[in-house]
């Protein structure tokens, strides 16, 4: 079950029902990690992750009885992947309902070069307009006090205002995490400090649910205040976050390898939101991006 700081149970924390009326009847997510769920652990959840993309998506079922959802993200996948595994996938589904992060992989790899992305994001924007489908399409969370990823913060910022063009271009909704100062709270990280915590998703789903002008029922959660830290505690446990999060990461990056590899989507189909789905394979160890 997916926790809050405290420790107090996150999963399902819908006090009511949203009770907004919306167009869609089938939704589909793309992306990578970060649409997975990565970070928010749920063994209810297909895959063993709950994420935000299920978050909004349980609101957009309360009320909509035709109301189907699938999941085609899969962590670690560069956007050239998603063009190819995913675009065709989605479009076989036809769906009304289509949201879209990609290319923050590229981005963080050496070299990442927000123009030519934005030239692959373009194409795949445009085969997935062809679908009629509104899409929602999410901007890179600013990510200044992120330790490695922060000296990469100018290519995210260019890479932004590239999709802002493109969403534009596309007619897109945009989800922008850019904008979204609470993000920049520790707590809303997962303790490898690349993806997002449960208190994370959550809050991305209420900008997300926001950012379609839907009605909802999921409420702000404010994040508990983090005990002050020595020099020394800070330091022990950057150490302990480079051994067990970083090195990982990097020595995948070194044998071409990705984390994503031998997973499949943990919802390839449009079906009902429940969580009562098969199991997909698990996380490797040392799970990120």
């Known amino acids: 079950m ?8 996150l999963v399902h924390t819908t006090t009511t029902p949203g009770n907004g009326h919306h167009p869609w009847t089938r939704y589909v997510a793309l992306g990578d990690s970060f649409t997975e769920g990565i970070g928010d652990p749920d063994p209810q ?43 065709g996938a989605a479009l076989e589904l036809h769906p009304d309902l289509i949201s879209l992060c990609a290319g923050g992989n590229d981005v963080i790899r050496p070299g990442g070069d927000p123009d030519v992305l934005a030239d692959k994001m373009d194409s795949l924007l445009r085969i997935l307009s062809t679908t009629g489908a509104t899409i929602l399409l999410f901007t890179g969370p600013d990510i200044r006090d992120t330790p490695v990823l922060g000296s990469v913060r100018g290519r995210v ?10 969403g534009a271009r596309h007619d897109a909704v945009i989800a922008d995490m850019w904008a979204l100062r609470e993000l920049h709270a520790q707590q809303m990280w997962a303790p490898d400090r690349l993806h997002f ?11 997300a649910l926001e950012a379609l002008n839907i009605e909802h029922g999921l409420k702000p959660l404010v994040p508990e205040p983090l005990d002050p830290k020595t020099w020394r505690q800070a ?55």
């Open 2 to 9: 997916s926790m809050h700081p405290t420790g107090k149970p």
């Open 45 to 87: 959840s297909p895959g063993g992750y709950r994420g935000w993309a299920d978050r909004v998506a349980e609101e957009l079922s309360h009320g909509t009885e035709d109301f189907a959802y699938a999941n085609l993200a899969i962590r670690g996948r560069l956007l050239a992947q998603i063009l190819d595994e995913q675009a």
């Open 157 to 166: 910022a260019i890479y932004n205002e590239n999709l802002r063009t493109l």
């Open 197 to 207: 915590s449960p208190l994370g998703h959550h809050t991305i789903a209420i900008m």
């Open 235 to 289: 330091r022990g446990q950057d150490l302990v976050w480079a051994r067990s999060h970083l090195a990982p990461w990097v020595l995948r990056r070194l044998r071409h390898q990705s984390s994503g590899d031998g997973i499949i989507a943990k919802r390839p189909m449009a079906a009902p939101f429940t969580t009562d789905l098969p199991e997909t394979p698990g996380p490797p160890d040392n799970l990120t991006s």
